[in-house]
């Protein structure tokens, strides 16, 4: 595994001359991925509501699914039983496996941190677990997953410096572990290995954020991740680090934004030279009414799409658009109906991939600022309706456990 | 609309000789309907976690919908404004709708009912409504239904016979109501008209049951329906009745066992000379993890099913059995994942549906008792599991207003 390896299975086809945007493909095992690309989340081993055909025809060419959720259930041996999780979950394309440390560290109370790994108590039956650089790499290993992600020490919005500080450092200390094992049981000169990214850490620290994006763009990884934003910063800030942080990392491998994101941030993030990106986002706002239109986010339970007839996005090919009317969809939400999830959620992922397809597209025809300046023009991300989603959600959380979770 | 009209559209193609099973078709102003047929019940305009083409592709034909929920959400005027029901949901097929007559007779506390009519308060809001004979007819007539029932008086098991008396012959002089009703607003001898069914009741009354059953032969009704049973009385109670009642319906007309049933209630309903059914059982016990193999009932999240990676019934040609293990099913369930809902709903009305092709197949060639003793020496209800499913059911119930609701 050298730079000039990770090199061969990324092609970048066309750069933007006015912005950082680039366009290519990822040649991973399980098939091409064209870039940007943005990846559904498969938390555990299921895009919530729909099946892998249906995310497959709403344009997605890979997915992610999280090492912390399928380590506590249904667990690596079921998964190995099975034959891996491409087979478990039906899903015969790519698989992007996190590594469990934005998933731990969101456990706040339930972890402890020490230079071996995390130790934390399981949410389902409070039982303790342990991840390492090591055992994150053989868990992946084991469920058969073609990207790889390092285990990383996360910190949130408002951290002390030194806390940032410790956890980049230890984010670097553990990447070089994870590699060294990943060697160990990973024949590097096979063509059909799976992949290890590093990922780049540093908090709000501009400093720290460029030593961690020089640390990771020195080591044979296959790719870089930007982990440690989408924490609960403010948007502004978020993109301020991204445009800076960005062109440090390897112009000539794939560069991966962690956790975002909406339409909005996917274009900037594109804008400044991201390639790959996963986020809850278009799912779970799907399921709690909030559908995307070219005009921006809209609450489909709202009282207006009562009696609208016609589809929530006219411009939409997805099987929501073409078969169902925005004022059926706000009866099956107003009634509850498990219907409604799945008909929300693909239209988002459509609606996502179509942004992405428009994205590659204009990147290679040279069109991309027009299409940039275009789509925010005409795009309202719709704080308020979003907040409305937001206050929904947290109140669907509280009670959970009755019925089926439609939350992640 | 006379008897003879009746007949017309209700051809019978063959007659068991052992038992009064008889085959046919419903030749209805959406499509032709084989018989015996299940219809699965779409409560709210949605047949819960599928979509039309899904219940399509279980072999289902003809579906229910609830009046009585439909005029409260998303109301009859928004229907109409739709285009109808058919428009509405996406479903251009037959559509049996009931009167609300049972609903209404659910909520209990909620009503009040007078030689008028039934007034009753909404589950939703509390707002107080009113059904008629005339007004059931109206909403039905207005949703675009294909099959109407007229409004009865639905008593429990266990009433006073003063109570079943007074049930029965109340429903049958708001049958004279519904049907004068009807052919105010019905051109009868349109042969694209709707139908309109009669419902016998009796409670459990023999007596009475007969009574009923003479009342309803007699008059110009599309079909005749047994109403009252499935109502809380012991299984080998319902079957005694309906082998007692059925043959008193007219034999050249559809009759119609509501709210029946399990695979072992539809195959001696059958029998008993029943040619169409509605039941939430098989959608219902599906979001429950309650899956139908050959081999009776099993829960699929039970441990037992944890590395079963084979499907849940290998005979089975249904997009779960061809494209899913019982241990992802087992997965999606323990997770609570919404895909498991759907993935048992669409396992569950394909057996069904496959059942009921074996069971009209299996009169035409003549071989139905020979079947029918082959399911029962096979299928075990599982009563166990099935009170398991119960409970969780009724755990869930009182939760239910968190997130999508998976109960009807």
């Known amino acids: 595994m050298t730079n000039e390896d990770a090199a061969e299975h990324f092609t970048i086809l066309a750069r933007d001359s006015h912005t950082r945007a680039r366009t290519g493909v990822l040649h991973t095992r399980r098939g091409d991925v064209r870039t940007p690309a943005f990846m559904p ?26 090492t912390y959720h399928l380590m506590l259930r249904p667990g690596l041996e079921i998964i190995q039983a099975a034959g891996g999780l491409h087979t478990f979950m039906a899903w015969p394309h790519p698989i992007l496996t ?47 997953s073609d990207i790889i992600m390092p285990l990383d020490d996360v910190v949130g919005y408002g951290s002390e410096l030194t806390r940032q500080r410790e956890a980049a450092e230890r984010t670097h200390r553990w990447l070089l572990r994870a590699l060294e094992y990943f060697r160990t049981m990973v024949d590097t000169a096979e063509p059909s290995r799976p992949w290890v990214f590093g990922i780049t850490q540093g908090g709000f620290d501009l400093d720290l954020r460029r030593r ?12 870089c991740a930007i982990g440690g934003l989408s924490v609960g910063e403010p948007k502004p800030v978020m993109l301020a680090f991204l445009e800076e942080v960005a062109p440090l990392l390897p112009e000539d491998k794939p560069r991966y934004l962690m956790g975002v994101g909406s339409p909005e941030d996917l274009w900037l993030a594109v804008a400044a030279g991201v390639d790959l990106f996963d986020c809850v986002h278009p ?6 009414g909030g559908l995307y239109t070219p005009e921006g986010r809209v609450d489909i339970t709202s009282s207006r799409f009562r009696s609208h007839f016609a589809p929530v996005d006219e411009t939409c ?39 992405m397809e428009r994205i590659r597209q204009s990147i290679a025809e040279g ?17 308020q309706e979003a907040a409305q989603v937001q206050r929904r959600r947290r109140a669907g959380s509280k009670s959970g456990e009755g019925v089926g979770d439609i939350d992640e």
């Not at 090919?317 to 409604?340: G, I, N, S, V």
């Open 41 to 66: 989340v498969g938390t555990q081993a299921a895009v919530k509501s729909v099946t892998p055909d249906e995310v497959r025809s709403t344009g997605s060419e890979i997915i992610l699914a999280n």
């Open 283 to 288: 799912t779970r706002v799907a399921r709690h």
């Open 212 to 223: 961690s994006c020089d640390f990771v763009a020195g080591l044979p990884v296959d790719g």
């Open 367 to 383: 069109r991309f600022v027009i299409e940039l300046e275009e789509f925010r023009a005409r795009y309202r991300p719709a704080d």
């Open 98 to 144: 996190d590594s469990g440390g934005f998933q731990v560290y969101s456990l706040a109370g339930l972890r402890e941190i020490t230079e071996r790994g995390v130790r934390f108590r399981s949410h389902i039956d409070g039982s303790l677990h342990e991840l390492t650089p090591e055992s994150a790499i053989a868990l992946q290993l084991g469920f058969g």
């Open 317 to 355: 090919d997805c099987l929501t658009c073409t078969q169902f009317t925005a004022a059926y969809l706000h009866h099956l939400f107003r009634a509850r109906e498990l219907l409604a999830y799945r008909l929300a959620t693909i239209h988002n992922l459509r609606f996502i991939q179509r942004e």
